[in-house]
């Protein structure tokens, strides 16, 4: 999913790191530091519209690695949150950096994660444009509920569940429905799904160069 927000500044104390409140964050994540950027998958390619297996071994060197990665990976993109079979891996994982609505900024992963929608009664649905780093350069209106419930693991196999509000609540349905093999494109109307790709087509060379731009940048 790609930023709406200001990027988070270094010293943010309103920050959340897996649902849990701390002084101070990087603007760059210890695992963006880590990682190496991998390619990411444009609609259009099988994965994205395969349902992601689960993970089944926690804590290994490879489930780490793909996440350093995919945290690069984000980052370079300019994306609030990447899930794996964006970086053509079609597990149940993604990883966020996304700030809401009151300026709180949520950074974390997510393995094997259940999307928990409140009762009708307790939620709204909000029109807000959405993009997404698969769909290189475009925006659309998607109707979203403004609270979500994700409940899920890190990657060491510990019980993670995370609240979203507003454009944070966004993030975790969109990466959620990439993870059940649809992107925000399945959400629209024939004739806006059409804009999109247009919007694409025509963009789609600029964004890649600004990505290529950033990674070199990010590599010094």
């Known amino acids: 999913m790609s930023v709406r927000h200001e990027q988070p500044r270094p010293t943010d104390r309103r920050v959340r790191l897996h649902g849990r409140p701390v002084d101070s964050y990087p603007a760059l994540s210890p695992e963006g530091e880590r990682g190496s950027v991998r390619r990411v998958t444009v609609v259009g390619e099988e994965i994205l519209n395969r349902p992601c297996v ?24 300019d994306g609030a949150g990447l899930a794996a079979n964006q970086v053509d891996v079609g597990l149940r994982l ?7 609505d009151y300026g709180i900024r949520h950074v974390g992963h997510l393995v094997n994660p ?3 929608l409140p009762d009708p009664g307790g ?3 909000v029109d807000d444009y959405e993009g997404c780093l698969s769909v290189p350069g475009a925006r659309m209106v998607v109707p979203r509920t403004d609270r979500a419930v994700v409940r899920g693991f890190d990657m060491d196999g ?15 349905q969109h990466e959620s429905d990439h993870l059940a093999g649809h992107t925000y494109l399945d959400r629209l109307s024939r004739r806006d799904r059409k804009d999109a790709l247009r919007q ?6 600029g964004v890649l160069a600004r990505r290529d731009i950033k990674a070199a940048g990010l590599s010094r």
């Open 200 to 205: 694409m087509a025509d963009r789609c060379e």
């Open 114 to 116: 259940v999307l928990d």
């Open 94 to 100: 993604f990883v966020y950096d996304c700030r809401d």
């Open 123 to 125: 939620r709204r649905l």
């Open 54 to 77: 689960e993970v089944t071994e926690f804590g290994s060197r490879d489930l780490s690695a793909l996440i350093d990665d995919m945290f690069r990976t984000m980052y370079v993109a």
């Open 158 to 172: 510990n019980a993670l569940v995370i609240e979203g509000t507003g454009y944070f609540a966004r993030c975790l």
